[in-house]
């Protein structure tokens, strides 16, 4: 297989762009490190082509590596044709490549198995030759009582046996079924036992062509059978299967050997095909299911590390609770901890004048600017509290819901009890939260991103495919904000491109040991931080005021020479970048030959044209350019809502079928992918984005079951 030529008709990218990209991935370099860095070579590709590339070309490598293995196999046992090595050579996929191995594959015990040691193969031949007037007679030579073939019955029998797996063995049969079976084939659900109500009822009398089920439902679909829930079939009509298997298989209608192979053909599909092809297609369901829901998966979690960090605030957190209390935690604008507590004021036997003289107290001493309170248990009574109480104090302060989803994952995790070894779990999940809404990208990474909570069945998933998905999205978000060498935590630098987790803690021990870095040339002093490293990261990594303004941007270092001729060119000095005074760059830039000025460097204008833009907004955070959440002052619940109301909200999660938005009440309203729009949309990540704030109205409301439907149209 030429596997750049299809890499480049499979994805549309050109041969040349392939080519340079897979000798960049085989040196070793970063999916971050080469779309950042290294557009030139690679004719402008963004991280999503690049890792869609890099997947797709391990895929079709251990496809190779497949066929060497399974020509060697099929050699060794001295059956290898050139039909067979040429079809192996041919194939396209690993399923084909298993249909072709199939025959030669090392088998347990088969009726087929036994009737061959029986002696009957050559009479199963004979069948299939289909040259013999009286296979009856012909089958009487094969009695024999010592091996358990007593009749002609017994003889037949046998042989069918023999033909019906060599008919299941065929690679040619089985693709047809397969893609027939997909085709064409229902796939019916029941449930598994009566029952008045289940999360699974909408499946318990459920038919779809399985080429048009959503994804979605295969899901639901396999957790509710998981569970013990529900029932699964794939329905076929197998009439036009025995009669392909019919024509492909009988020369003579009228002989005795063509009733004889059209039985073995229906055993051969009822008994070994259809069962194994049902396993198939549930499978390749399954996967498309999955990739589908992963994708969606990581463009959810790639919107939400994105949101907008809230800078300079004071921000206090109440982690609710019924029984233990909430636990409160403050922290600054750095995310440092200036205090913790815990306050009761969700039960009617609290003390709420206490508990409202700690927060106001709180908030006067700290200056505290808003309250982020966790969603979970307790959180509407809490909220009710805490908007009761804000117009008493000493000075504005708004407060805002924030998912608390993986707060408790980090909290016990072996990282918080390193970070804060004298709080408990109770206290660093309010910490969390604190942080989360000051900086979600530095705080959310240090949860395994399953838990995050934007996601829909992560659990039933491929979980090596979803982590390395998901690890690949939380890479792109943290290298395209960039990452304070100085105050970053281990878990956000080990997201770096070039650093793994050890470096990552390397570097913050070389910080806690001799200081801020000062200089990115100091991070080659690191420990196991090596010069191939070194050029993977430093473009990622900034130091603010350092000696070296550049050292601030996203300007890697091979490049700070070419910055300071364009700089030159342009008149302009580097403190000039420093105090913000080259808002005309751009245009001046425009008026030099930046192209010649940038080959003399040895790269090409794209790295021309990010320095310029990078020297123009040193450090520029590209999550400034989102909405920021909403900050109430004020509480509504589900009893305050009423049908036709319009409000503001933020989109919490998006989901094949919908997006959940969050507008200030407990629970999040769904807005229907049917109610996102007038016009025609095939998936509402078409419109919608996690943190997006939309106008929505109401318009549903079922308040015993806590559903709200919202519309945006």
Known sequence: MDIFGTLSEELGISLSQIENTVALIDEGNTIPFIARYRKEVTGGLDDTQLRKLS????????????????????????????????????????????????????????????????????????????????ITAKAEEFIDAEKGVESVDDALSGAKDIIAEEISDNADFRKLVREYSYKNGTLTVHAAEEKDDSVYTAYFDFSEPSAKIANHRILAINRGEKEGELKVKLDVDSEL???????????????????????????????????????????????????????????????????????????????????????MAVVDETGKVLETGVVYCTLPHHDLLKAKKIILDTIENFNVDVIAIGNGTASRETEQFV????????REVKYVMVSEAGASVYSASELGAEEFPDYDVALRSAVSIARRLEDPLAELVKIDPKSIGVGQYQHDMNQKRLSEALGGVVENCVNSVGVDVNTASPSLLSYVAGINAPIAKNIVLYREENGAFTDRKQLKKVSKLGEKAFTQCAGFLRIRDGKNVLDGTAVHPESYALAAEILEKCGYTENDVRNGKIGDLAEKAGKIDLENIAGAHGVGLPTALDIISELTKPGRDPRDELPAPILHSDVM?????????????????????????????????????????????????????VGDIVNVKIIDIDEKKGRISLSMK
């Open 55 to 134: 997947d797709r070309l391990t895929y079709l490598r251990t496809l190779e590596e497949k066929k060497e293995d399974v020509i060697r196999l099929i050699d060794e046992q001295e059956k290898l044709t050139p039909e067979i090595e040429q079809a192996v050579k041919n194939a396209s996929t690993l399923q084909e490549i298993e249909d072709i191995y199939r025959p030669f594959r090392p088998k347990r015990r088969t009726r087929a198995t036994v009737a061959k040691e029986k002696g009957l193969e050559p009479l199963a031949n004979l069948i299939m030759e289909q040259e013999e007037s009286d």
């Open 241 to 327: 299967i025995l009669q392909t298997f019919h024509r492909k298989l009988v020369k003579n209608t009228s002989s005795q050997a063509a009733e004889l192979i059209d039985e073995a053909a229906g055993d051969s599909y009822t008994r070994l095909i259809a069962p194994s092809i049902e396993n198939e297609i549930r499978n390749i369901l399954t996967d498309r299911a999955q990739e589908s829901a992963i994708e969606l998966f990581s463009k959810n979690l790639g919107q939400l590390l994105m949101t907008p960090p809230i800078k300079d605030y004071t921000v206090m957190a109440l982690d609710p609770g019924f029984r233990t209390g909430d636990k």
């Open 387 to 394: 908007a009761g109480l804000l117009p008493e104090a000493s």
């Open 637 to 689: 619940s589900i009893e305050n809502l009423s049908v036709g109301m319009t409000l503001k909200g933020t989109v919490r999660n998006i989901c094949d079928f919908g997006a959940f938005v969050d507008i200030g009440v407990h629970q999040d309203g769904l807005v229907h992918i049917s109610q996102i729009c007038d016009k025609f949309i095939k998936h509402p990540m078409d419109v919608l984005s």
